[in-house]
């Protein structure tokens, strides 16, 4: 399968800086990334989707100015947490996909987020 | 809005037996359903992609069914081993599939050895 490469996949920060994961697609360009974020014993749930070249589209009670996101290539997306605050500690997982419909999703290995 | 179960939340069966996995879903106007596996702490591999227009997929010692009527899939897995400890979550595409995934909450699976 496909290859989705995402770092760093753990990261320790203080409350009010910012930090930057990013997500790779390694053989194959990826016209769309998907952003999740997991709580433990919770579903997976998407923060937002990332167009290449274009602005990405939040899902509702995700704030956008808080997690930002670039799509500047096909091949990396990068998310911004930030002014972090312990809240927003948790795991975070990015998906990318070719953009033809119907294929088989394919993830990074996640971010575990502390914010101490 | 599309809703995403599975059952059981946790299971613990002794090695080398079969047992199966239930997933759920509420629309059945899906395109595809996908079986994932997460380890701890890990990302999500991908096991299964099973199309609306198929019953089944096979790979090694899983298979997975797909009823899309009644909005059910399985995942059986034949002789279990204590490698197959995980987590394993079922998702169906929130749209054509461009659009991400609906995932249920997961069944966390331990094989006793």
Known sequence: ?116 | KQEVTQIPAALSVPEGENLVLNCSFTDSAIYNLQWFRQDPGKGLTSLLLIQSSQREQTSGRLNASLDKSSGRSTLYIAASQPGDSATYLCAVPRGGGADGLTFGKGTHLIIQP
């Open chain 1, 1 to 116: 399968g496909a290859v989705v490469s995402q770092h760093p996949s753990r990261v320790i920060c203080k409350s009010g800086t910012s930090v930057k994961i990013e997500c790779r697609s390694l053989d194959f360009q990826a016209t769309t990334m998907f952003w999740y974020r997991q709580f433990p014993k919770k579903s997976l749930m998407l923060m937002a989707t990332s167009n290449e070249g274009s602005k990405a589209t939040y899902e509702q009670g995700v704030e956008k100015d808080k997690f930002l996101i670039n799509h500047a290539s096909l091949t990396l997306s990068t998310l911004t947490v930030t002014s972090a605050h312990p809240e927003d500690s948790s795991f975070y997982i990015c998906s990318a996909t070719d953009g033809r419909m119907n294929t088989e999703a394919f993830f990074g290995q996640g971010t575990r987020l502390t914010v101490v």
